[in-house]
Each structure stands twice: as C-alpha cells, then as structure tokens.
C-alpha cells in the first residue's frame, strides 16, 4: 500500500518566521512534488522533484525553497513566512507526470 | 504553457441525477494524459480515472470519462448521483514533467 506522510498535520508560525514542512514516501518512488491548496485555486505545485538531490521549481515557487536529501524525504521550507501563506499543503510521490500520484494528508498552516 | 479549465466551481445535485462536470485542457505537447482526481472531506486527493487515449471512454467506480483530442476535453460523467458522491473534483493534465491542476468543482448531491 502506497504510503505518504507528512508532518506537522497542523501548524501555527509568526509572519517573518522559518517553517519547514516534511514529507516520507515508502513507495521508492522518483518523483515527489508539494502542492498547497486554496479556495477558488485548486491545488497548484509549487516544487517538485525527479530524485534524491534534485529540486525544480513549479508552478508558484517564490517564497518557497525545498529540498530532496534522500528517495524517501522531500521537505518544503519557508524561510520568511507571511500571512499569504497560510493554506494546506500537500506532498504527492508518483513514478512520472504520467502516472497515479499518491498524495499525504495535507499539513493545514496558518501564519499570523 | 499547459493550463487545465474547470468552470463549474460549485456543481449542485439532487440524488439520481446525472452528473456530468467540464474539463477542457490546453497543452503544447501532443501526448497529454488527463487525470480525474476526487478529493473527499478529510481525506487525501487521490486518482479516479486517467486516459491518453482519443477517444476511447475509461471507467472506474460508476464514473467514466472520454479523452476528446478534438475538443481538448475530459469530461467526467456518471449517470446517476449519490450522496457519497459529494467532494470536490480536479481535472489534471500531464504532459512533461508535472501535472497542472484545474481549479475543481466541488460537486454538492442531495437528497
């Protein structure tokens, strides 16, 4: 069974702050990607990776760094949060664009 | 760039009706896959049906869908609602390396 995990569920950071958003895959898989979502936007990517020691910059990158130290872990680091911030997050793993993604919980964060 | 379209963003049904909510896409890339994504309250986005195939219906849990290269449409359909149903919807297109979103439709059953 596919599993993604992430951590915190739920995080409350000061405007200004650092935040770091983690995020385990057991499937092996290459591909990771972090989304957050929003009403009226739908889940839009902010940075994805093709595998250890890479990350691209997707959809909505900036104010956003991410990093991929191994297959398993993909975490999404915000070093100066602001309240624009606040949404759920969301960690996907999947073998290509082509393929199933599997998605974790959502970290729900909220900056104030 | 690739953008996905949904317009409906709030999609109201009594029970037993038929659903049917758009999708159109646009890609510079001629080998496109879309993706129908369902995501219920309190639970994890996961995948309902995908395709890369004209014309050719794909189904899967009482919904199906039909790639239209045609058109640039995916259109998710079941003939008939139920309550379980209720959630929200996103149509993904995928055609490099990532997949892009539409904005979803949430879609409301009733009894």
């Known amino acids: 069974e596919a599993a993604v995990t992430q951590s915190p569920r739920n995080k409350v950071a000061v405007t200004g702050g650092k935040v770091t958003l983690s995020c385990n895959q057991t499937?092996?898989?290459?591909?990771m990607y972090w989304y957050r979502q929003d009403t009226g936007h739908g889940l839009r990517l902010i940075h994805y990776?093709?595998?250890?020691?890479?990350?691209e910059k997707g959809d909505i990158p900036d104010g956003y760094k991410a990093s991929r130290p191994s297959q398993e872990n993909f975490s999404l680091i915000l070093e100066l949060a602001t309240p624009s911030q606040t949404s759920v997050y969301f960690c996907?793993?999947?073998?290509?664009?082509?393929?199933?993604?599997?998605f974790g919980p959502g970290t729900r964060l909220t900056v104030l | 760039g690739d953008s996905v379209t949904q317009k409906e963003g709030l999609v109201t049904l009594t029970e037993g009706l038929p659903v049917m909510l758009n999708c159109t896409y646009q890609?510079?890339?001629?080998?496109?896959?879309l993706f129908w994504y369902v995501h219920y309250l309190n639970e994890s986005p996961r995948l309902l049906l995908k395709?890369?195939?004209?014309?050719k219906r794909t189904e899967h849990q009482g919904f199906h869908a039909t790639l239209h290269k045609s058109s640039s449409s995916f259109h998710l359909q079941k003939s008939s609602a139920q309550l379980s149903d209720s959630a929200l919807y996103y149509c993904?297109?995928?055609?490099?390396?990532?997949?892009?979103f539409g904005k979803g439709t949430k879609l409301s059953v009733k009894s």
């Open positions: 996907a793993s999947g073998w290509s664009a082509y393929a199933e993604q599997f």
């Open positions: 499937n092996n898989h290459n591909n």
């Open positions: 990776s093709y595998g250890a020691g890479s990350t």
């Open positions: 890609t510079i890339y001629s080998n496109a896959f």
């Open positions: 395709s890369s195939t004209d014309n």
């Open positions: 993904a297109g995928g055609s490099n390396a990532k997949l892009t």
